[in-house]
């Protein structure tokens, strides 16, 4: 139950470069939350996490922070999914990590379950703005 299968990895560069060019973004420091509904997808949400080297030039460091929002989001994720299945909405999910030193599990624990919430208000709005259509 609480797993992140490969399945559920957003990857390749064609569904990537969608994500950000056609994506609603919106920032819960220290992540920067850009996603998009999808039409067709097997997987009701697919994420990608991105750590800029710019900021962390260790990929040591790159690789823990990559760690801890994966697991705060495979520990958080049921609420999201759960929705998705029964509203039959499939998403897109990139997390950025934009803070300049790495925060701990708890504080970027309680920032993902900030935003996982607003992205499924978000698509709410979404939904009720095209069957007010």
């Known amino acids: 139950m609480y797993t992140f299968p490969k399945k559920e990895h957003l990857c390749g560069n064609k569904n990537i470069e969608n994500l950000y060019t056609n994506g609603k973004s919106f920032l819960i420091y220290p992540l920067r939350i ?7 997808e097997e997987v009701p949400v697919r994420v990608m996490v991105s750590v800029s080297k710019k900021k962390f030039k260790r ?11 994966r697991e705060t989001y495979r520990l958080n994720k049921n609420e999201l999914i759960a929705y998705a299945e029964q509203n039959d909405i499939k998403l897109h999910i ?8 790495i925060e701990t599990f708890q504080k970027l624990n309680e920032k993902m379950q900030t935003a996982l919430k607003k992205i499924e208000q978000n698509s709410q709005k979404h939904e009720n703005a095209e069957e007010n259509s």
Do not use: G
């Open 34 to 40: 850009v996603y998009l509904q999808i039409e067709k």
């Open 94 to 101: 990139a997390f950025q990590y934009i803070a300049a030193e």
């Open 59 to 69: 990929a040591v460091k790159r690789n823990r922070i990559k760690r801890l929002i």
